[in-house]
């Protein structure tokens, strides 16, 4: 505030306006601590999505997510899409990287995926950067 002072409610009302828009189940309220893993590293991916940037990378964000909490982070990842976000999404999990590429390049040849899982991922990490016509001109 124009005073020093921190406007709590503001604050929390805020945070939770950002939660809610990116429909990340945590209560702005809830103390951290109590968090599981996968909700804190939401809440590390919410910081980000407060200063709303331009170019986010995620790298391995799914290490310690299950499945249903994959499908938040993928619908996290396709507001920005629609916000014109630029994505770099590293990780060796093939199925990932083709979720969080814009549909029209989904449709890469079998081939490529094939001779990706063909690199023995386990060892190798694999860096695509999804671009959208906007977000190349930056």
């Known amino acids: 505030s ?5 406007q709590f409610k503001t604050m929390m009302r ?22 599981s ?3 804190k ?10 200063r ?17 909490e994959v499908h938040i982070l993928m619908d ?5 899409k ?3 976000v630029t994505i770099i999404y590293i990780s060796h999990r093939m199925d990932e990287l083709r979720q969080a590429l814009p549909a029209e390049e989904q449709e890469l040849p079998e081939q490529f995926w094939d001779a990706c899982s063909d ?10 950067q999804v671009t959208w016509t906007a977000a190349r001109e930056i």
């Open 14 to 35: 805020q945070t939770q306006e950002l939660l809610d828009h990116y429909h990340i189940p945590i209560d702005a309220n809830a103390k951290v601590g109590t968090l």
């Open 37 to 39: 893993a996968a909700m």
């Open 52 to 68: 709303k940037p331009r170019v986010i990378v995620f790298d391995e964000p799914t290490a310690v997510l299950s499945d249903s």
């Open 2 to 6: 124009k005073h020093g002072l921190v």
């Open 76 to 80: 996290i990842i396709d507001s920005l």
């Open 119 to 128: 690199l023995h991922l386990m060892e190798l990490e694999v860096m695509f």
């Open 41 to 50: 590293q939401f809440i590390s991916i919410a910081r980000v999505l407060y």
């Open 82 to 84: 629609q916000e014109k």
